[in-house]
């Protein structure tokens, strides 16, 4: 019997009788049981978003970066500013229909301004953000290159946009697969080299499955070198590694300086900045085209006016000191991480349990460690039910999610985990690793007795 039929008895009996949805849609019902007993099937976990997460002990799992969602001064610098704001609610009303508010022009204009931009378009959310832009900005004359790794909202954007058709992947990270494809668009598509089309390169700072950085200087000079001037538009989506890094948590564009080099930005509050929303950085002629050709933004409420108040704190808060104080334990966390973990998994005999390398490329300051750990072993759904009865919040990342032999739980270090809670975890994951030599070495012993005793 499947976790699903476990956990939930046939269909037609988890909703009462009155439910005439229910009644009157049996075949509906029984394809989606049918879906989701075949996701358990393929080791794919059935997700219950009813159920609540175990959160008894410290986070090592969320993209509270700087721990900004649970910071007692942010939260009194937020709650001041709601005191003294004319307006707190919802604006009630689409852009399109009901205009602009004054304070979320003011809102763009300071988000502008903290990045020197030369426009900021402020969006619901980073999936908001990405599917208006891809959906809605290359034509039909253009083509898209892509990291094979970029987010979901990124390529459901594509998909339905007028270059649909001119979608080119390249290898994660890989400089050699990124000029390949480069050159073959070239060739292919010859309005790029006359000026009348345009190539767009869309990729990430950092990303989270794998938890490395992009080789953002070298990229950008392949372009430069490859493309002419003026056809192409470099995209980078900065989501995780907004608040995290740069003057005044800028992010890796700004410290890299490449800045005057990319052309949108996607900076995203949801995660290093402990709250929700997100920016396009980008030319002002592509905010007025987004006003009016992108979806989510003409179909959405713009963002409610507490949400416009917390963003404003939280600009103030990453261009304080504290700001900086964050970011430096931030990195002092995650180097100590690494170090910690890698020391502890090198006693485990026979281990089967990688610690995902962190590559380093140009202009990457020495020292920057990503706090994202990823955890290749193919224990990962039973070690994260373990850390789960811990009291974790851990998450399991199996095949087919990821290749087989990718399988995976990620570690996430925040700033304000203390040294005593990365200690506490790692014990726990080598605990529970040391049961998992045992018990596989035990397996190869009956396997090797057993063939000698047939023979």
Known sequence: M???????PPFIKVFPPQTAMVLENPSLFQSMENALIGRQRAGIPVRDISQPMPTSLPDFFSNDYLSLATDPRLRRAFLERLDKAEYIMGTTGTRALCGSPSQLIALEERLKLHWDAPAA?????????????????PQSTDTVIYDELVHASVIDGLKVSRASHALVPFSH?????LRERILRVLDSNAKILKGEGTLFLSLESAYSMDGDFAPLLDIVAMV?????????????????????????GRGFVS??????????????????????????LTHPLIKMYLANY??????????????????????????DPIGDQLRT?????????????????????????????????????KGITSPIFPLLT??????ARYLQTLGYEAQPIPYPVVPKGQERIRIIVHAGNLEKDMDDIIEHIVKHQQVVVKRKSEHSFQHLFGSLFNA
């Open 121 to 137: 378009v402020v969006c619901n959310s980073g999936y908001d953000a990405n599917l208006a832009f891809f959906r809605s900005v």
């Open 2 to 8: 499947s976790f699903f039929r476990e956990k939930h």
């Open 255 to 280: 410290m890299l300086g490449l800045d005057s080099r990319v052309h949108t930005v996607l900076h995203t509050f949801g995660k290093g900045c402990g709250f929700f929303g997100a920016v396009l």
């Open 224 to 248: 430069e070198e490859l493309v002419p001037a003026g056809s192409f538009h470099i995209v980078v989506d900065e989501a995780h590694t907004t608040g995290l890094y740069g003057l005044n």
């Open 329 to 365: 334990q931030l990195q002092s966390n995650a180097a100590y991480f690494k170090s910690a973990l890698i020391r502890a998994l090198g006693n485990v005999a026979n281990q089967t349990l990688l610690v995902y390398s962190q590559q380093t490329h140009l202009g990457i300051p």
């Open 294 to 319: 992108a979806r989510p933004l003409i179909y959405s409420n713009s963002l409610p006016h507490c949400n416009m108040e917390a963003l404003h704190a939280i600009l103030d808060y990453l261009s």
């Open 173 to 177: 990270n890989s400089l050699t697969s």
């Open 378 to 383: 193919s224990e990962a759904i039973p070690l």
